[in-house]
Structures are given as C-alpha cells and as structure tokens.
C-alpha cells in the first residue's frame, strides 16, 4: 500500500509518499480500507519534533502519522465476526497513529460501523473534532439569551460551534483570519463574521456586537485575538478555554476574573470525558449529530500524496474546517 512516513522530526518536507506493506489486522482487529485520513494539529507537532507545551512524548521513527480514518473493512483478525467486511467504518486511532495511508488497523471496540447517508470525509471530521466540540459545548452550553463569540470560526470545531450555538437560539460573532475565512463563517449561519487581520478588527468586532457584551467566548486561539475577545465579556460572562493556537494562552488575572464576576472554564481533560461516558460515547453522540444534521464539519480536502502541503498549510492557517486526506484522490 501507499503511505506517508517519515524518518526524521522536521517541517512539512520530511513527509514522504512510500510503498509499505499491508498492516495485518491482529487478534479482535480490522483492517479498514481508507477513504479518508483526518489531519489534526497536534500532527504537525509530532512531525516537527518541538515538544514545547505537548504534554505527549514524541514517537518513535520512521512512523505513519495520522489518528482519524474512514473507510470500507477489508479483512478482519481472529475472534472478529466475518460480518464486518465490507462495512462502511470510522476509528480514532488513538496515539497508534498509522492514518496517512491507504489502510489502517484498529480494534473493533474502537470502530463504529457508518450509515449509507454519512461520507468518510464528514465522518472522519467528526470522530475527533466532532467529539471535542461537544466537550466543548458541555462545558459551555450556549442558550437562546447569549451573545457569544467564536474566534477560529472557520476552523473545524469553530464551524461547528456556531451551529451549535446558532441551533440553540444564541447571537453568534465569529472571528476568522482572512476576508474568505470570514465569508465562510458568515454563510455558515453566523450572525457577525469579523476579519481579525484587518487593522480596524476591533472596531468592526464592537460594531458586529451592536451595543451588546458577549456572555460566553469559546477560546482556542488565545493571544492579543483571545484578550482581546475576552474584554468584550460582560459582567458574569463565561469563557470556555480549549487550546491557543496563537502559541500562547489568553493573559488573564485573578483580578479580570473575579472583579467581573467570570467564570473561565477548560473544556479539556479525562475528568470531563469521564463524565461524559467515556471518548466511546462522545464519538457515538458525535456521530449521532451528524446523522441527524443538527452539525455539519466544514472539510478541507488533500490528496494523500499532499500531505506535505497540508501540513504547510494548516500551519500557516490557510485552511478552512477539518483538513482531510484522501488516499484515492
């Protein structure tokens, strides 16, 4: 089969398309035939070998990257029903990695079987992003009173938070970067869209909000985008953290917090997922959504043979949704 490997930690370049054998399902395993590969952020930090604020141990070389695959099984392993080949599936591979190529094996406790409706490319968005917007969500449940903001509106979990948001009757600001970016973000059902690399960002941010505080932000950009989104919370407003792709968390001092009455809250971390039931029943209520229409993931779609060029691009952020490889195209 066709992979994406490396062999040493280094930019996008280091990527290469190679012929690799066929990964053999074990015992309680399958072997899904892949249509669709997610790319997640976290990849490029395993590629690049910085572990600067990564909580996870780098790993060991060369390996396939990639945690998120959609597919039709192919073969199965000892102790696994026959029935399973030719079933339409989507696994989060956990830390096992092996994603970027053209099949993948995973345990079938781990594998959820797709109806006919739902596509890989969608699928493959919500097994991982899907479920971490609900965390999201249920750290920060948005109502019909709200007046929210959502900077990275045009990523994959900001897509899906303004649907979220808007579903649940709220008033909805979202923050993308580049005037297509907020275009997108506009047509997604946003009531605001705002360009925060225009000079004036601010300015239009206030005019989008019309005289209103926001009273809940969903931040996983931090930075002078996060601050600044976080002054426009009213008093008792909320602020949900998951994340600071800006490369530093949102400044906060104890004295913002409690002379304005805020609750700030991490959206993150195995307390909340167990509470939630689980990763299983997050993918599960994930996928729910998504066979039901009530969230829709935004794809952005490369060829397997890209790799190189998405990873570029997602770093640089000239991605819009949930960057997605596809092994046949």
């Known amino acids: 089969m066709r992979a994406i490997r490396h062999h040493e930690f280094g930019g996008p370049e ?83 990695s092996g994603g970027y190529a053209e099949k993948a094996v995973r345990e079938v406790e781990s594998v959820h079987a797709l109806p006919d409706a739902v596509g890989f490319e969608e699928a493959v968005a919500m097994i ?33 938070l303004v649907q979220a948001a808007k579903r649940a009757g709220a008033f909805v600001v979202g923050l993308a970067g580049g005037g297509a970016k907020a275009a997108q973000v506009a047509a997604n059902g946003a009531d605001a869209a705002v360009d925060y690399r225009s000079e004036d960002w601010t300015e239009r941010l206030d005019a989008a909000l019309g005289g209103r505080e926001a009273t809940l932000l969903y931040d996983s950009v931090g930075g002078a985008v996060g601050r600044a989104a976080f002054e426009r919370l009213g008093f008792g407003g909320r602020m949900v953290v998951f994340g ?5 968390a949102t400044e906060l001092t104890l004295e913002d917090i409690v002379e304005r009455g805020l609750t700030v ?38 060829a397997l043979a890209e790799a190189a060029r998405a990873h570029r691009a997602l770093e640089e952020r000239g991605t819009a949704g949930k960057v997605v490889l596809i092994p046949t195209a």
């Open 14 to 96: 280091v990527l290469r398309l190679e012929e690799v054998p066929d990964p053999e399902p074990g015992p309680g395993a399958v072997r899904i035939a892949v249509r669709a590969a997610g790319v997640h952020l976290l990849d490029t930090k395993f590629r690049s070998g910085h572990r600067e604020g990564m909580p996870y141990a780098l790993p060991e070389l060369p390996m396939i990257p990639g945690r998120e695959v959609a597919g039709v099984v192919d073969a199965v392993g000892e102790g696994v029903e026959e029935s399973w080949i030719g079933v339409r599936a989507v696994a989060h591979l956990g830390f096992a």
């Open 128 to 160: 991982g992003t899907g479920r971490t917007t609900l965390m999201v969500l249920e750290a920060g449940p948005p109502g019909a009173d709200d007046v929210v903001i959502v900077p990275a509106a045009a990523g994959g979990i900001g897509t899906l």
């Open 244 to 248: 600071w792709s800006s490369g530093g």
């Open 265 to 302: 809250t991490s959206a993150l971390g195995p307390k909340l997922v167990a509470r939630l039931g689980g990763l299983r029943a997050l993918e599960e209520r994930s996928l729910a959504e998504l066979s039901a229409g009530n969230l829709i993931p935004a794809v952005h779609p490369f």
